[in-house]
């Protein structure tokens, strides 16, 4: 083989396939762009040709008839709308990957998904449905500040696959969901809104609704209608550092009771094939959002606390505590009791909160990513019951013996940590309780596969 031969047959080896584009508009445009600074040839088919001046410097712009001519992967970047036009061009489509980009203004919009709609006009076309999850924005930022999330579906595995490739030349990372059937799944997936976050917040809001009104009524409230005393002040630091940290330990104890609940019923049922309850499963699948709101309160009741030497409020009950003791001529003695009581509240609760920003960024993937199961496992289950209970012993030593007192009880309603620690206290006896030799062993032998058989079944044994 000569040596031109031999050059002429490396550029052919490592020369991209050519991509034919349907549409003009941001993503179309974008898309080129990107598809050509990966080496792709790029042509694009339009009514009026000479008319297209906005398109990417080095892409052709021809028919729509004559772009399908020069290739076999055609994206599809029109609205479901305008698929009309495809008709007259379905011979030149036989046999053609057509990739639809499609998404719609709502979800569920039409009974079928685009994609299968598309099927159904264009018989002799192979469809397949990817790259509706990658905005204009992530095609020309390279995806360095947004999602590299492909998700691709098709009936031809073949086709999928030269989808996928094209995907990977971008720098983008496609995931095969299935068939065509999965495409409406794949379209309703960009027109979500925080689908993960939505029970968390709801949560999260509805307990610092409940805690603000309660602390408003024990501690603004009850003063002025039985003192006469306004200290309606306190409406600006002191409440919400109240609703802050009981409404974070109570989300951290509802990240860790869906898996203790869990256990059980598998304890009950004597096996591990079968399915939870629908409502357990969505629980235990928004975990990680759950402990993620809870650092973030958690985060709030740190900066909160810290500014509290500082406020006028308090600094005024230093120095008139100091007065009243010089007017007395006496000195308090220094407590013991107390200096050990505030001192090892702190240290719970700078342990708590240091394990309970390791959880935080141990959640995060490019980290969980980075280790294995195991020490994944350990972290976000062994450190994170540790870090539940340094925190509920954090609360416990705030209110010391405050409990065993009258006084605290304002309209005999118990102070708001007490509430802040019922669910956190339940899951640490739960988990106490699962966690005794008897107990784990069993849960271990029903994860490993182990069934109790019935009863019925014994005595025909």
Sequence with gaps: MEMSEKATFGENDHKREAICIFGTGDFGRSLGMRLLQSGHPVVFGSRNPQNSTLLPSGARVLTHADALKECKIIFLAVHRE??????????????KVLVDVSNNLRMNQYPESNAQYLSQLLPKAIVVKGFNTVSAWALQSGSLDASSQVFVCGDDDKSKQQVMDVARSLGLT?????S????????????????????PLAIAFSLTVFFFIYCVVIDVIHPYVTKNSDVSYKLAISVPN????????ILLSLVYLPGVIAAFIQLHRGTKYERFPDWL?????????????????AC?????????????????????????????NKTMELSKVLSWRVDVYFALGMLGFGLYILLG????????????WREFRFVQSKLGHVTLLLCTAHAALFGWNRFLQSKWYRWGLPQAYMLGMVIPCVVLVLKLIQIT????????RIRQGWERIPKTKQVLV
């Excluded at 960024?361 to 280790?371: E, G, L, R």
Aim: charge should be positive; aromatic fraction near 12%.
């Design 82 to 95: 305008n698929y009309d036009f495809l008709l007259a061009l379905s011979n030149l489509l036989d046999g």
């Design 174 to 178: 496609p995931f095969d969901r299935g």
């Design 180 to 199: 065509l059937q999965a495409a409406k799944e794949i379209e309703n997936y960009p027109l979500q809104l925080f689908p993960m976050w939505r029970l």
């Design 242 to 249: 109240r609703i802050f940290p009981n409404v974070s330990l």
């Design 281 to 297: 499963d969505r629980w235990m699948l928004c975990r990680k959002q759950l402990g993620l709101v809870a650092l973030a309160y």
């Design 300 to 328: 709030l009741h740190v900066l909160y606390t810290f500014i509290i030497p500082t406020r006028i409020s308090v600094r005024w009950r230093w120095i008139h505590s100091m007065i009243e003791e010089s007017k007395m």
């Design 361 to 372: 960024i141990t959640s995060f993937p490019s980290v969980s990513n980075a280790v294995n």
């Design 437 to 444: 030799p008897c107990v784990d062993r069993k849960i271990v």
